[in-house]
């Protein structure tokens, strides 16, 4: 089992920055993807970031494209995502994912583990 705990979350008005940690414990498998999902009430849980192990993979979502930037520590299996510039339409429940794959993936069906998620509130 894994697990998931995400920091760093608030408000912040737009054109503001925050930077989110998610650290896992447990049996997080060596070679697995890390990253972060979106969701608000209503809507389906969308695809953010996700990063491969070494760090030489990275996949944006077009709307965070150029703002976020996604990164990782393995020694403290913690991921980080550091969002810049951010604009009202991005306040959501921010989820950490991890998949115990080195395979890169966008879809929320394919990840296997979930953080309890943080909010993110972008006042304008």
């Known amino acids: 089992q894994v697990t998931l705990v995400e920091s760093g979350g608030g408000l912040v008005q737009a054109g503001g920055s925050l930077t989110l940690s998610c650290a896992a414990s447990?049996?997080?498998?060596?070679?697995?993807?890390m990253g972060w999902f979106r969701q608000v009430p209503g809507r389906e849980r969308e695809f953010v970031a996700i990063?491969?192990?070494?760090?030489?993979?990275?996949r944006y979502a077009n709307a965070v494209y150029g703002r976020f930037t996604i990164s990782r520590d393995n020694r403290r299996n913690t991921v980080y995502l550091q969002m810049n510039n951010l604009r009202p339409e991005d306040t959501a429940v921010y989820y950490c994912?991890?998949?115990?794959?080195?395979?890169?993936?966008?879809?929320?069906?394919?990840?296997?583990?979930w953080g309890q998620g943080t909010q993110i509130t972008v006042s304008s």
């Open positions: 447990g049996r997080t498998v060596d070679f697995n993807t």
């Open positions: 994912a991890l998949r115990p794959s080195s395979f890169i993936i966008t879809s929320p069906d394919e990840i296997n583990f």
């Open positions: 990063l491969s192990w070494r760090g030489d993979d990275t």
